[in-house]
């Protein structure tokens, strides 16, 4: 006997939710003892006798489960994996304060807890665990399957690498900026320690105007038009808000330096050819062993296009990619 119990659990999804895909929220805990969420789906016609393929799906930075995450997790259950959408932690349903904390060791940490919950399901065939990173999550990805060897393989769709991002910002940051960043940082770690209020950095304004969004730059903008539009990825748990007291550890994060690890296993790089951040993708597929990394480009896709575009997004790619691990 399995200890899931079946039913449906539509409440908050910003997606469209198959009928025939049973769902649940479950809870589990990382090795600090944080206890995370995830939304779990079943393939139709799940059989709890058998033992499944599942694939991990990790939000974007800001981001939370209800979002990319669940509508890829549901679109790998209708291809027959169970789909696992986990909130990482101090964000969305999950645990940790402060809340809005960006911890990159400890975002790796929890995708290694889901492989923990996961291989511990008589449901699930531990052989087979793969793992899917969206945006910043495409770098806590590839960090958690190098030092992970559970993870039989993993693919990362629109990446960022965020802590090359926060360091330089696409090459716009110097040396002195960096500086001036992390002393303000540090600034206000005195003053949250002491009990003050806490800063946010990226945090979306509670109302947006028309001038606000002018005055927007085009990346800006992409972001905007996800994460505040009602029909796309707009949820009341992602305010794109990160605690300012994240920027050290985000400055010193680097998912590559195991590179070499991933031998015996494969990684796919899934980016559109129109993104701002395909620098990323590219770098990816330069610094990952090339035997065992492929690079697929999705002809006309933007970065956001790639959250929550089913016409664009190719989820027969990454089904087929992820088959490969039952073979």
Known sequence: MTDVTRFEFNEGKTYEVYPEIENRTVYFHNRYGI????DIFFPEGFDDTRKYPAIIVSHPHGGVKEQSGGLYAQEMAKHGFIGFAIDLSYN????G???HISTPEGHVEDIQAAVDYLGTRTFVNRDAIGLIGICASGSFAIAAALTDTRIKAVATSTMYNIGENYRTMFGMRDTDQRI?????????????????EE???????????????????PVSKEFFDYYLDKNRGRHQYSTGAMNMNSLAALFNFDPYINADLLKG???????GTEAHSRAYS??????????????YWVEGAGHCDLYDDKT?????????FFGEMTK
């Open 35 to 38: 206890q995370l969420a995830a």
């Open 92 to 95: 969305g349903a999950s645990g």
């Open 97 to 99: 304060t402060a809340r």
């Open 180 to 196: 001036d960043m992390l002393k303000e940082t540090g600034e206000q770690r005195w003053n949250a320690y002491a009990g003050g």
């Open 199 to 217: 800063k946010f950095m990226m945090e979306f304004p509670r109302k947006v105007t028309p001038e606000i969004y002018d005055n927007l730059d």
């Open 265 to 271: 296993r494969k990684a796919l790089i899934v980016c």
């Open 282 to 295: 590219e770098e990816a597929y330069a610094k990952l062993p090339r035997e065992c990394t492929e690079i």
């Open 312 to 320: 664009k997004i190719p989820f027969e790619k990454f089904a087929s």
